[in-house]
């Protein structure tokens, strides 16, 4: 073998060992099959409560992934979203980037009432949530991707944190730099999982501003179907005028809003994201790092959803309480003394 081969062999299995390194720090919380001796049946039994509430609702696909994101946000990924208001406690549903926003309570409601039914005290709120959230991506053509399980449920919510912590429609590149940063997320995270856009809807309220504001010189000049762009800012501004009509929606993904794809990213390419937080990963992206990301997934849709896949494990294992953290609410909306 000789010394360029050699070299090559080497620096890849410096790479391989220190990746396998990695990703069990990322997980070393959670287990794969860890309902198996006392609940094997709790994937089956959420799949299919998720695929029922998805033929009702195509959109709810889109409303679960995103309670497990913003349940992750605030204190990690300890359901702590599901709780209702509760001795002086305020619920983390009505801090502004939930309220009249998040939906599918009931449908975790459902789940969690089945399983109490076949494994009661057993299986958390937060692992629900997460296996929720993957179902609910791959029945709309995403990626499927193991879950690593063992969260408790966490014993408060913090309204606060909801508002500090989760990103609102409007948040600049810088600002949602720093908010996954917080979370041990790096960019390419931030841009493979703002591909969850790819689904779902938004209200007017959330992107009326990104729709009437001034397009600047240098966004325009990056755009090259700048007219196509203003056309689609007129379409948007029918549905959501500049006073009124706050909870009119409009779709995420234009082209397909019901589907997991790559469309989001072609999107805002062309500047046609529905929120500010979508096109600023490619209009202030002055140093062209994070738009690599951007181009790399709309030309290649396995590459982004191996990468959606890996950013997904990584941000459910945020803070989780695990062992004798927390509790197994036997409700998902309050905690078991209340």
């Not at 959501?240 to 706050?246: E, H, L, M, V, Y």
Request: charged share 25%.
């Amino acid at each position: 073998m000789d010394s360029s081969r050699m070299l090559y062999f080497v620096i890849m299995t410096i790479i391989i060992y220190y990746s396998h390194i990695s990703l069990s720090e990322n997980v070393n919380h959670l287990v794969l099959d860890y309902y198996k001796e006392n609940c094997p049946m709790v994937e089956e039994i959420v799949q299919r409560q998720v695929q029922i509430a998805v033929l009702k609702d195509p959109r709810m696909a889109a409303s679960l992934l995103r309670l497990h994101f913003h349940d992750c946000f605030v204190m990690g990924c300890d359901a702590s979203v599901l709780l209702d208001s509760f001795e002086g406690m305020v619920s983390e549903k009505q801090a502004a980037p939930n309220v009249n926003s998040l939906r599918g309570f009931q449908v975790i409601d459902e789940i969690k009432y089945i399983l109490e039914e076949a494994c009661p005290c057993t299986v958390s709120c937060a692992d629900v949530l997460a296996i929720a959230a993957r179902d609910s991506v791959a029945l709309r053509g995403g990626p499927w991707w193991n879950v690593y399980l063992g969260r408790k449920d966490s014993l408060k919510a913090s309204f606060n944190g909801a508002n500090q912590f989760i990103p609102t429609p409007n948040s600049s590149l810088e600002t949602l730099i720093a908010n996954f940063k917080v979370q041990g997320l790096d960019i390419g995270d931030l841009v493979a999982l703002s591909g969850s856009h790819t689904m779902g809807k938004a209200r007017c309220v959330s992107f009326r501003q990104r729709i009437y504001e001034d397009m600047s010189e240098e966004s325009l000049e990056y755009y090259r179907h700048s007219d196509r762009t203003r056309i689609f800012r007129r379409v948007l501004q029918s549905i959501c005028p500049q006073s009124g009509r706050d909870n009119a929606i409009a779709p995420l993904d234009y082209k397909t809003p019901t589907r997991f794809d790559n469309h989001y990213y072609h999107n805002i390419v062309e500047g046609k994201g529905l929120l500010q937080s979508d096109n600023v990963l490619v209009s202030e992206d002055y140093q062209g790092e994070i738009r690599k990301h951007v181009w790399g997934y709309a030309k290649d849709e396995e590459y982004f959803f191996q990468s959606f896949a890996n950013s997904m494990i990584k941000m459910g294992n945020i803070d989780p309480l695990t062992g004798e953290q927390g509790e197994v609410r036997k409700s998902c909306r309050i905690k078991n003394d209340t």
